[in-house]
């Protein structure tokens, strides 16, 4: 029976796989362009993990089948070219014999100049008895220079093709392919680029109905709904968590794989399970551009520019994605999203555990039983709260400060996630063994999102405590001025009515630790039969 496979390229007689068959066909047709006047010089790119290798063999295979007498058809990965930092550019020529026995089952001569390696698709050398179409993957594992002089090469070609037997050729990366980060820009028209999408809602289903038919075990239909909705059907992620559920957290033959299952592989995916590709991202997101990706976590109007460095990359490593609304007046605007919920939960948990600092104070005071939060029917979250401004006195009173280092606004004060991360911490610490405790993230398909709902769910973060019976939610705000508190508790208002919840707790970070305005603007009040608590909370 074949299985889902995340991590390299899929094998359709051994994995579950979707054709993609007008992906392969417009791949296809880009290399063969004319067949004869010649094909494109094109790219494809995506981030890790997506399909760039499994299309690249689909289209070889396809090409070896139907052109065979006509093209020389190969594919060279650049991974196994390792070059060390101080290797001139020229380092690359000594790989190219063994790159074309690898990729074309001959080698040609050993190019001591990259004239020579041009020379190697000349029609006046006769080294090659034919057009040659070729893949080379993995472009962007080589050094920059060699990325560079490898496209002034083959740009020089493509305008001289009469005088070359290179008839299609397709780079294959994330960045590099498209020119980002080089001095030279893209290597070919951009527009010739072919972006791998991620699989539609119809596809998962179709990967799940596959295991369903050779495993004769029901997955419901909620389950698979489930993993598009969470991953937006990126390919790697998809794999990965048919994995979970089929083998690792399948409940066995004879039972539904169900939402049950489904709570368990994701819980397991968000705190248990290794993922290398998962694991590579959130250091991506850690180790360049932190401060936008934490500020995308309270900022639902983070204008999305693919001209932007810190934008193309997050965007080209798959952490963002970009919507685009139509605003009041009439007017197109594109913004930042996550990628997908699952990664922006896997991002949330990463940066909350830099934050927060267990050992810093007492999380609550040790003769605390928390009686009055969880007294009545429901939770008393405003009591909750105070618990943590206690403990926000407690880390004062010792001369420390969550808050240093932390990535701030343009009007210098602390970005709203920089709250969310510590008190959904300090909250985990406090009575995660009473209470489950969820970062909530809006699962909505983007496209299908209207301004009036963009604005209150993209980049929304709000905390979900679910403790026995009872239920409530914490929707954490950063403090611009007084004329925005209404809006705020509007906001929150509407978000648990949506849920089918009467109250909502409102906690407001504000750069002040002056008890009286602290008091002041906390409160109750009650907005289209929703109460709402607000909680100001000083920081700064």
């Known amino acids: 029976m074949r299985r889902f496979h ?24 880009h ?28 289209v070889q295979a396809r090409l070896t089948r139907e052109y065979e007498d006509r093209f020389l058809v190969g594919s060279m990965s650049m991974q196994g070219v390792v070059l060390k930092d101080n290797d001139p550019p020229e ?68 305008l001289k093709r009469d005088s070359y037997l290179l008839h299609g050729l397709a780079l294959i990366g994330v960045r590099a392919v498209l020119g980002v980060g080089s001095g030279r820009g893209s290597p070919f028209n951009v527009q010739r680029s072919l972006q791998v999408p991620n699989l539609t809602r119809e596809e998962v289903v179709e990967l799940f109905h596959q295991y369903e038919q050779e495993s004769g075990q029901e997955v419901a239909d909620e389950v698979a709904e489930a993993v598009y909705t969470n991953t937006r059907g990126q390919p790697g992620l998809v794999g990965w968590f048919g994995e979970l559920l089929t083998e690792k957290y399948n409940p066995g033959q004879g039972q539904t794989i169900g939402l049950e299952v489904w709570k368990q592989a994701n819980h397991a995916a968000l705190h248990l399970e290794w993922n290398n590709t998962v694991l590579n991202l959130v250091k991506k997101a850690k180790d360049a551009y932190q401060d936008k990706v934490a500020e995308l976590f309270g900022n639902p109007e983070l204008a999305f520019s693919i001209d932007e460095d810190w934008c193309n990359y997050l965007y080209f490593n ?28 896997r991002l949330f948990n990463a940066f909350s555990n830099e934050v927060f600092d267990p050992k810093s104070a007492l999380v609550l005071h040790p003769l605390d039983d928390l009686a009055d939060v969880f007294a009545g029917e429901k939770l008393n979250l405003p009591a909750l709260l105070q618990r943590y401004r206690d403990y926000l006195q407690r880390l ?63 980049g929304k973060v709000d905390i979900f405590l679910r403790c026995g019976s009872a239920q409530g939610i914490i929707e954490i705000k950063s403090f611009e001025k007084q004329s925005k508190m209404k809006s705020y508790a509007e906001q929150a208002a509407h978000y648990a009515a949506s849920l089918g919840l009467s109250g909502v707790t409102l906690a407001v970070f504000i750069p002040t630790r002056e008890q009286e305005i602290l008091d002041q603007l906390s409160g109750e009040l009650e907005i289209d039969q929703v109460v709402v608590h607000v909680m100001a909370i000083g920081w700064g």
């Open 396 to 458: 004062e009173d010792k001369g420390l400060s969550p808050w240093a280092g932390q990535p701030r606004r343009s009007d210098l004060h602390l970005t709203e996630a920089v709250g969310h991360f510590h008190l959904y911490s300090w909250l985990r610490q406090a009575v995660e063994d009473q209470c489950m405790i969820s970062p909530e993230f809006p699962t909505g398909n983007p496209d299908e999102m209207v301004l009036s709902e963009f604005h209150w769910a993209s």
């Open 318 to 345: 798959g952490i963002i994605d970009s919507v685009t609304v139509t605003d009041a007046n009439g007017l197109l605007r594109s913004y930042c999203i996550f990628s997908c919920p699952f990664v922006q939960h």
């Open 6 to 29: 995340s991590y390299g390229p899929v094998d359709c007689e051994e994995h579950f796989c979707v054709p993609r068959t007008e992906l392969v066909q417009e791949c296809l047709e």
């Open 91 to 158: 380092a690359f020529l000594d790989r190219v014999p063994r790159l074309f026995r690898d990729s074309l089952g001959f080698e040609v001569p050993q190019p001591g100049t990259w004239a020579e390696w041009t020379d190697i698709f000349s029609t006046h050398t006769h080294i090659l008895d034919r057009p040659i179409i070729l893949f080379i993957d993995e472009f962007d594992s080589l050094p920059s220079q060699v990325i560079d002089q490898l496209v002034t090469l083959f740009r020089d070609m493509y």
């Open 31 to 58: 290399l063969v362009g004319h067949p004869d006047k010649g094909g494109h010089y094109f790219t494809i790119w995506a981030p890790r993990q997506t399909g760039k290798t499994w299309l690249m063999r689909q």
